[in-house]
Each structure stands twice: as structure tokens, then as C-alpha cells.
């Protein structure tokens, strides 16, 4: 029987995680990679491609893809399998800057 201690240490069997460990990603989101993204999805909607559309917009420019944050967050799963030896992960957040180009993805156990 495993005492208090080695319960955080160890989920599931033998895990190389303590509770509240994390691996980050960030990327800043380019034009490349709005259309590209447009592209494999073939969502081409003016609000992410259109450039003169959405000049005359409260946004004023293209938005990313809202979906596009999903393949980021699964980039900082992999990060946290590999740092986990292998064994799937429990949490997740993620959030832009106050520019809405720059992610921030967390991954914790």
C-alpha cells in the first residue's frame, strides 16, 4: 500500500508527474497559418481570410480560426504524454494575448 506521500508522486501506478506539473507552448498565429488552416478545413469564411471585409469590422482585421487553438492545445498534450512517460493527462487551459495572435497552452496533471 503506497503511503500519503508517494499517492501524489504516483496516478494511476508509476507516473513521473506530481500533481500541479505543466508543459507550456506558444506560437504567434501568422497569416501562413490562417490560410493553410483554411485550406485543410476548407473553411474560408471572409472573417478569416478577407482582409478588406473585415477592415470594416469592429474587429478590423482577419480573426484565426477559433478551432485552430485545439490543434495547439493537443501540440502541449503530446508535450505532457512525453514528459509522463506515456500516460494521458487530466487538465487543460489555454489563452491569448490582448492582441488574440499569441497562444498560450497548458497541460497539467
Do not use: W
Not at 488552416?37 to 469592429?58: C, L, Q, R, W, Y
Not at 482585421?61 to 492545445?73: D, K, M, P, T, Y
Not at 487543460?92 to 492582441?99: E, G, K, L, N, V
Amino acid at each position: 500500500m503506497q503511503e500519503s506521500g508517494d499517492a501524489e508522486k504516483m496516478v494511476d501506478g508509476a507516473i513521473p508527474l506530481e500533481v500541479g506539473d505543466s508543459v507550456t507552448f506558444s506560437k504567434t498565429v501568422g497569416e501562413s497559418d490562417v490560410y493553410l488552416f483554411a485550406g485543410i478545413t476548407g473553411d474560408f469564411s471572409p472573417n478569416h481570410v478577407n482582409k478588406e471585409v473585415m477592415e470594416g469590422t469592429a474587429y478590423r482585421e482577419r480573426i484565426a480560426h477559433g478551432v485552430l487553438s485545439v490543434g495547439f492545445a493537443s501540440t502541449t498534450s503530446t508535450l505532457m504524454i512525453e514528459k509522463s512517460g506515456g500516460k494521458p493527462y487530466h487538465s487543460a487551459t489555454t489563452a491569448y494575448d490582448s492582441s488574440g495572435r499569441s497562444l498560450s497552452g497548458t497541460r497539467s496533471r
